[in-house]
């Protein structure tokens, strides 16, 4: 297949040799619970915390090309705080499919539109995506198999220092084959899906894709990226003790104290980077909690007014409502999907 004009280099040999009748698969599914949705992304434990409020919709469509090599398009429509740690042996590689209108985070620095971002395999993940949702794609991909079409293309600088950084922002001329291309490839997945059971179709995804890839990476002496937030570290601090303290009555007083942050600071440092306050995400982080507990309760003996104590929710209409703004749906709803 060639959707998007790469060259093909017919004298490379993929890293590992899988069988043209089990490879390439493609796989989509819609999902309306966030918690789902995560664990299709990352069965292996990323947990995803839905940061804006309404009822959750995600889609994930993805090409298996092989066990060294997946794309997987992920679109959600809302803003998603995402942590876990990667698969052992791959590098991930973050490719936004649209604009970014407004702010989006990835290990504390600005993500910005022409970024690829993701590849230290030392890192675990910690994303926090658009509040006007996302449409990415997430190249999977075994580092042997990277390494294999680095050394194709002379690639040297491509080493452990380069992945290292974690984030580059190509120019447009290396960034926009490979997002075309991409694109390009779920729409071939969506509308035709003949083709991909051709003999060497696995080959062809292959040397499409990772030479494109490989381009898009600028040389190492070129590729600087964005600077962390300047409250990044404060807000990570305040996070971990809010993560750590869900269970404890918290008052913003508290918070403050234990990062040594004045609250102005600690107000702006989470607007800036969460849309919300540091208050309101407690609020978000209990009220998660609440639905992981719903949906794993059995509805005859178990209530929502007492799920809701234990995290702290003392007057039941006003919990409901919250609950309802984030979720687009009554708590009692969850309950009975168990």
């Known amino acids: 297949m060639d959707t998007g004009g790469s060259s093909r280099n017919s004298s490379s040999q993929p890293v590992t040799e899988q069988s043209a009748t089990n490879w390439p698969q493609y796989l989509e599914a819609t999902f309306n619970d966030v918690d789902h949705f995560g664990d299709a992304i990352a069965p292996s434990g990323f947990q995803l915390t839905q940061l804006s409020r309404g009822a959750f919709q995600g889609r994930l469509a993805s090409w298996v090309v092989s066990p060294s090599l997946t794309v997987t398009r992920q679109q959600a429509n809302q803003s998603l705080q995402v942590v876990g740690d990667k698969h052992p042996g791959y590098l991930i590689f ?15 620095k600005p993500l910005l539109t022409n970024a690829i971002a993701g590849f230290d395999i030392e890192r675990p993940v910690h994303l926090i995506t658009s509040p006007g949702g996302q449409d990415q794609c997430k190249i999977d991909v075994s580092k042997a198999l990277f390494q294999h079409y680095a050394a194709l293309a002379h690639r040297y600088d491509l080493d452990e220092a380069f992945l290292q950084r974690n984030m580059v922002v190509p120019c447009l001329d290396r960034f926009s084959p490979l997002c075309i291309y991409l694109k390009q490839l779920f729409q071939s997945g969506v509308s ?50 809010i993560m750590a303290n869900l269970d404890q009555p918290l008052t913003l007083a508290d918070i403050c104290q234990a990062v040594c942050s004045s609250q102005r600071s600690l107000q702006y440092g989470f ?26 309760a059995d509805p005859k003996p178990e209530t929502v007014a007492h799920i809701a104590h234990q995290w702290g929710f003392f007057s039941l209409g006003h919990f409901s409502r919250d609950y309802k703004q984030l979720f687009g749906e009554l708590p009692s709803k969850t309950l009975q999907q168990r």
């Open 192 to 241: 035709d899906q003949i083709w991909h059971h051709a003999p060497q179709a696995t080959t062809l995804l292959e040397q499409d894709l990772m030479p494109l890839l490989i381009d898009a990476l600028p040389p190492a002496r070129q590729a600087d990226a964005p600077r962390s937030y300047r409250r990044a570290a404060l807000v990570a601090t305040a996070k971990a003790y």
């Open 94 to 108: 973050i490719v936004q499919l649209k604009a970014l209108l407004q702010p989006a985070f990835a290990h504390d």
């Open 271 to 296: 607007q800036e980077m969460l849309g919300m306050g540091p208050m309101a995400f407690v609020k978000v982080q209990r009220l998660h909690g609440i639905r992981r507990a719903l949906l794993h």
